[in-house]
């Protein structure tokens, strides 16, 4: 019992370091907010744990938002390996109460809890936690923490969508460049579905950072710690924080999956959207299973 929790602990405090790097930012709309799904902790088996992690497109002085980042995010307590599912926004899936949707329309009708259930109907994973933000206070975020370095493997060149104007290879992206890669779409062939696999490309290569610089002078967990609670809304305390920063350190990158769950382009009336394909149901199945990918 005690390692699960150490376990559970350390996969909060990794989707609590990271989730400030998809969005957050001054202003409720852009805080970063977490939550327990079931009333007591409830995980699919004593070895696994997942975590929705979801980022929202609220603007300034709206109340409701949709879905900008969706993925599970999961950890095997006992072989510490773990996975991060990505779901595209555009994917047609069944809402409860609200028939078939984009899923990102789940937000918008019941915020977090309804988009939790939404994600839970379709894979058959009991989610553990829910972890949200806004995208405003993403350049913060990233300037916090120094930038992040990873290989981007094609030019990305979206002037008139998110901004992006970045060069194939390995590079630090900092302040807007990141928030015009994590946001851009229209580049990629696979549109939707590449994005929301680069939201994933761009957690692991975070991950990474906090591993390396953690090993080499622990010390910079305090750096880390200051981008968490400048966006973070919850009870713990910072020495908790801080507890749960260093076990966050000793996840491997490695030891972390990123996959995007197989799609297909459709249409529903004008509308453009992607059916997920049937080969998603033994990824959810290995996923509840196993708790890594």
């Not at 989707?15 to 709309?29: D, E, K, Q, R, S």
């Not at 969706?70 to 609200?98: A, E, Q």
């Not at 991950?207 to 710690?225: C, V, Y």
Request: hydrophobic residues 40%.
């Amino acid at each position: 019992m005690k390692a699960r929790a150490l376990a559970m602990a350390a996969l909060i405090a990794v989707v609590a370091t990271l989730i400030p790097l998809l969005g957050g930012g001054a202003g409720a709309a852009g805080k970063l907010l977490m939550g327990k799904v079931h009333g007591r902790f409830q995980p699919a088996g004593d070895d696994k744990i997942f975590v929705a992690l979801l980022g929202h497109d609220a603007r300034p002085g709206e109340s409701r938002s949709r879905g900008d980042a969706i993925h599970i995010v999961g950890i095997n307590t006992k072989t510490r390996k773990g996975g991060i599912l990505n779901f595209p926004r555009d994917s047609w899936v069944g809402i409860p109460g609200y028939g078939s949707q984009r899923i990102n329309a789940a937000l918008y009708f019941g915020g977090p809890d309804l988009m939790v259930r939404t994600l839970e109907s379709l894979t058959g994973i009991e989610i553990d936690y829910w972890v949200m933000a806004g995208f405003d206070g993403f350049q913060d975020a990233v300037a916090t923490i120094g930038g992040v370095k990873m290989t981007v493997p094609s030019p990305v060149y979206d002037i008139g969508g998110s901004g992006a104007q970045l060069k194939a290879g390995r590079q630090v992206l900092k302040g807007y460049q990141a928030l015009a890669y994590m946001r851009a779409r229209k580049p990629f062939l696979g549109g939707d579905a590449t994005r929301t696999t680069n939201q994933g490309r761009f957690l692991l290569a975070s991950l990474r950072k906090l591993n390396q610089e953690t090993a080499e002078t622990p010390a910079r967990m305090f750096k880390w710690m200051t981008a968490i609670r400048r966006h973070l809304t919850t009870d713990l305390t910072p020495d908790e924080m801080f507890y749960l920063g260093v076990l966050a350190s000793q996840v491997s990158f490695r030891d972390v999956g990123n996959i995007t769950v197989p799609t297909s382009g459709g249409r529903v009336g004008a509308a453009s959207i992607l059916y997920i394909s049937p080969g998603a149901q033994s990824i959810y199945a290995r996923f509840k299973r196993s708790g890594s990918l």
